[in-house]
T-cell receptor, first 112, second 116 residues
Framework: AQTVTQSQPEMSVQEAETVTLSCTYD???????LFWYKQPPSRQMILVIR????KQQNATENRFSVNFQKAAKSFSLKISDSQLGDAAMYFC?????????WGAGTKLIIKP | DTEVTQTPKHLVMGMTNKKSLKCEQH?????MYWYKQKAKKPPELMFV???????INESVPSRFSPECPNSSLLNLHLHALQPEDSALYLC???????????????FGPGTRLTVL
């Protein structure tokens, strides 16, 4: 079965500190793409970062980076120097046959 | 232009009304999607259009009727909805092409639908 698991329904972090959101997935495909999407309250779903499974190097986008462990099927998101604007629902997902397979999401709270 | 637009932003309708949601993109994408999203849940896929043809219909009730008039435009026609259909309806687009290939989806802001 194709599944994505986000085991942390909610996380909180102090502003300027670092937080890691976890994600594990299960797929039988050998080549696939993984994504972290961010959805602020009442706002648009936007792509934070993507990882191509055949690339060993972890993707990085400014303050956002991933720890991709292909053998363990783990894809965690690290947010450094957390800012108030990072408060949102974060969804982990991967592509399979046009369809995004989504995790349940993690609500990230930033404490000022 | 890397934007997907959706209109209206908000819609309130009765169970006997007929209304339509509209989605537009000008990125040259050939795949377009409709999702339904309940609060604090991930989006649920409803329909996929690939090269203007309906390729995926996730067993959606017939009171939802999609239409893809051209490669840039996607509509969702609504008729005789139920209160449980109240949700955020998201449109997305992607480059299209072979299945299982890289296909980042760009999302619109959504239409917040309330059915009374």
């Amino acid at each position: 079965a194709q599944t994505v698991t986000q085991s942390q329904p909610e996380m909180s972090v102090q502003e300027a500190e670092t937080v890691t959101l976890s994600c594990t997935y299960d797929t039988s495909e050998s080549d696939y793409y993984l994504f972290w999407y961010k959805q602020p309250p009442s706002r648009q779903m936007i792509l934070v970062i993507r990882q191509e499974a055949y690339k060993q190097q972890n993707a990085t986008e400014n303050r956002f980076s991933v720890n991709f462990q292909k053998a363990a099927k783990s894809f965690s998101l690290k947010i450094s120097d957390s800012q108030l604007g990072d408060a949102a629902m974060y969804f982990c997902a991967y592509i399979s046959n046009y369809q995004l397979i989504w995790g349940a999401g993690t609500k990230l709270i930033i404490k000022p | 232009d890397t934007e997907v637009t959706q209109t209206p932003k908000h819609l309130v309708m009765g169970m006997t009304n007929k209304k339509s949601l509209k989605c537009e993109q000008h990125m040259g994408h050939r795949a377009m999607y409709w999702y339904k999203q309940k609060a604090k849940k991930p989006p649920e896929l409803m329909f996929v259009y690939s090269y203007e043809k309906l390729s995926i219909n996730e067993s959606v009730p017939s009171r939802f009727s999609p239409e893809c008039p051209n490669s840039s435009l996607l509509n969702l026609h609504l008729h005789a909805l139920q209160p449980e259909d109240s949700a955020l309806y998201l449109c997305a687009s992607s480059q299209g092409g072979q299945a299982s290939s890289y296909n980042e989806q760009f999302f619109g802001p959504g239409t917040r639908l309330t059915v009374l």
